[in-house]
């Protein structure tokens, strides 16, 4: 079984910065895709920034710009830098990890922003 431990969430004023971590327990060199998504109240969960094979990266339209995905592929670990966090940010922001037709997630990690 796969587990991915998120952190870096908080509440943080808008305009501000979060970094968020998930570490995997298992090697991401063999994933199909890895990435963050997100879930506002009453909303569905949404894609924000995944990783996918061919190192190809996608992006919320919605986060372009602001928001990067990266990977320490030694530390099993994938990042997300916030910056110029907006209100409409807030969430609870899930860990996404993909092996072949296998979908893990992690427990997430609210983010809140604040006007």
């Known amino acids: 079984q796969v587990q991915l431990v998120e952190s870096g969430g908080g509440l943080v004023q808008a305009g501000g910065s979060l970094r968020l971590s998930c570490a995997a327990s298992?090697?991401?060199?063999?994933?199909?895709?890895m990435g963050w998504y997100r879930q506002a109240p009453g909303k569905q969960r949404e894609l924000v920034a995944l990783?996918?094979?061919?190192?190809?990266?996608n992006y919320a339209d919605s986060v372009k710009g602001r928001f990067t995905l990266s990977r320490d592929n030694a530390k099993n670990t994938v990042y997300l830098q916030m910056n110029s966090l907006k209100p409409e940010d807030t969430a609870r922001y899930y860990c996404?990890?993909?092996?072949?037709?296998?979908?893990?997630w992690g427990q997430g990690t609210q983010v809140t922003v604040s006007s």
């Open positions: 990783f996918t094979s061919g190192d190809r990266t």
């Open positions: 996404q990890l993909r092996v072949l037709d296998q979908t893990y």
């Open positions: 298992r090697t991401l060199f063999t994933s199909t895709a």
